[in-house]
């Protein structure tokens, strides 16, 4: 009976267990695509947004009306709010527990503000953003309120997508893009680092994932030999992480790749319009020491020449950091292969903008400590946990493998195995 309960429990776990390891390896591989993203997008200044996928820091402002958190009243752009009750209840023990039940829970966002840097501010839409604020909790007699607020005033990072026109230029998070829709008062690197401990987590749950599946098959089809099983597990596993590192590794360099032509393309024409507007004649060529050096600044005006100089060191760290990406290993050897060439770097770009300097590299990040120290610590702990168990069976299995099946009448002291009918023992009274 058991052993058809088995099978069928094997039969039932091994699709379940390949389908959350499949599910949670594309979740991980979306985490660190959005964090790929975001690292090869430099940050800009107002000043200088093109079209595309945009990095911005600055100070959040309103821009008309603002709504009221409902407990503590502060205007904001962004609420959530959460209320909850203390309910006394008798758990099946018959003992009287606790817990929070949930009133009412709820979110709300103005239309759109503002976001200002030194170099000036622009429109923000809020539809579609995903707001990264700090919530704070408050007790008051049986309730617990829980508000997290997104307020004027706050320094603030955001992921989005620019479009410009005639008339102005605007930050949205509904236009189609490589880029994670955030609003955020953590900063770039919080956000990046939230990106990676997530994809980690889901890579690690992944695997787990399919070790436990390959088990329930080994199990299934009677493979009970530890050296098999390890075997099975490391070459799927294996096998598996190389062919998904290369395919993250194409789609990324080609991401970023066609991402930076992209821009570059966006920045030209935007540099031949505004260049047109002084009569400057520019032919395209980035390098042109004629056109773009000190002088430029009294053939355009203030804004105009801030915007030549932001959009140029712009392009200059996009396409350093697309270079940084492919020069790494594996990436160097591998690129040629998948087609991917580099990008020649812009030459005048310390001369002519030399603010950009700081954007020319990929800040490293690091995972959350207690993220690293649980991740660490707790799979530590299950290996050794189960290492230690795993070992205790298979000396159990080995110490009665090794005994033979005995008769009953050839039975000696110490341990045995015999086999035979149960019979109901019978006492004369």
Known sequence: ??????????????????????????????????????????RSQVVSIITGEVNLSGTSQAKGRTISAPYTGNECIYFYYHEEREEVYTDSDGDRQTRWVTVERYSRRVPEFRLADSSGRVTVTTDNADFSVPSHTYYSGDYRYTEARFEPGEETFIFGYASQSAESTMVNFTDEGDYTPIVS?????S?????????????????????????????????????????????IQGGGLILLGLQMMRLDLGASHSRTLRQFDRAEQEFQRLLGQANVRWSGDWDDREVFNEHLAKRLAKRQFDRVQGI????????????????????????????????????????????????????????NFWNLLFMLGGG???????????????????YIENIPTSLSTGLAYGPAEIQGKVERKTESL
């Open 1 to 42: 009976m058991w052993k058809a309960w088995h099978k069928t429990l094997c039969a039932i776990s091994t699709p379940i267990l390949a389908i959350v390891a499949f599910s949670s390896q594309l979740g991980g591989f979306n985490s660190l695509t959005e964090m790929r993203n975001l690292e090869r997008t430099p």
């Open 185 to 189: 008062t953590y900063g770039e690197a």
């Open 191 to 235: 956000e990046r680092a939230d990106m990676a401990s997530g994809g980690i987590w889901l890579f690690s749950f992944a695997l787990l994932s399919l070790s436990c599946g390959i088990m329930f098959t080994c199990w299934m089809v009677g493979v009970h030999r530890l050296l098999v099983f390890l075997t099975i597990v490391s070459m």
């Open 312 to 367: 140029y060191g712009d392009m200059a760290a996009n396409i350093a950091r697309y270079n940084s990406v492919r020069n790494r290993f594996p990436e160097r050897y591998l690129a040629p292969m998948f087609g991917i060439k580099p990008i020649p770097e812009l030459a005048l770009a310390k001369s002519f903008a030399p603010q950009s300097a700081e954007q020319l590299t990929i800040q490293s990040v690091s995972v």
């Open 380 to 398: 530590g702990l299950i290996a050794l946990t189960g290492t230690f168990v795993g070992f205790r069976k298979i000396k159990e299995k080995r």
